[in-house]
């Protein structure tokens, strides 16, 4: 999902002063399209940091990036929409953002990897999903484009996600499959009652739906 990648870079001056002003001015919530841009918007941030190659820290035990990502989450909390998930960025981003990371040495390898409280995550992903579904709302997306954004972001975490996917929306022309699997038009509240009773819908059928 998603268009074109968008690739955004905050130099080391930026980080350290805590300055975010020229992102804010492209991105903020009053600066975003609705509907299908935002839509096609969906994915396709990745976020990097300028000044830090020859550190050989990890960049979430970087106390200024630690600092300038738990700010900017907190002022711009849309990430689990926009982020890219084919890439690590906005796990590293996240690790920033959590109280306790630690760093594991995986046998073989020259890299280390970040370890955290699993509770700690899953807070930070259950706060995160209500701006996430505020994007969602606003660039218009169905139930099953939301569920399918929602398994995505927890499989990118590796966690488990058995939730069932929503029921399937009207086919095109406002038709369900309803009786035997003949298509039949979608019932209106205020249209008469299919049974024959000539009540509207919701007074008949339709009562308390």
């Known amino acids: 999902m998603g268009s074109q990648l968008v690739y955004y870079q905050f130099s080391r001056s930026k980080v350290e002063s805590g300055d975010w002003s020229h992102f804010l001015g492209l991105y903020a919530p009053d600066k975003l399209p609705t509907g299908l841009r935002l839509r096609e918007m969906m994915n396709s941030f990745v976020f990097c940091i300028e000044g830090w190659d020859d550190d050989p820290r990890e960049i979430h035990m970087v106390p200024e990036i630690r600092r300038f990502y738990s700010t900017f989450h907190r002022v711009w909390p849309y990430w689990l929409?926009?982020?890219?998930?084919d890439v690590d960025t906005m796990g590293a981003m996240t690790m920033?953002?959590?109280?306790?990371?630690?760093t594991m040495q995986v046998d073989g390898q020259t890299q280390v990897r970040a370890t955290c409280d699993p509770l700690d995550l899953i807070e930070f992903?259950?706060?995160?999903?209500?701006?996430?579904n505020l994007m969602c709302e606003r660039s218009g997306m169905s139930e099953r484009g939301i569920y399918d954004r929602t398994k995505a972001v927890f499989n990118y975490f590796n966690l488990p996600f058995d939730v069932a996917p929503p029921p399937a929306e009207p086919a095109s022309g406002g038709y369900f499959a309803t009786r035997n699997g003949v298509p039949q038009?979608?019932?209106g509240r205020n249209d008469p009652c299919p049974c024959g009773s000539g009540k509207k819908y919701k007074k008949c059928c339709?009562?308390?739906?």
């Open 185 to 187: 038009p979608k019932i």
């Open 96 to 102: 920033c953002c959590l109280p306790s990371v630690n």
């Open 81 to 85: 929409y926009f982020c890219n998930l």
């Open 125 to 132: 992903i259950k706060r995160d999903f209500t701006p996430m």
């Open 206 to 209: 339709g009562n308390g739906l």
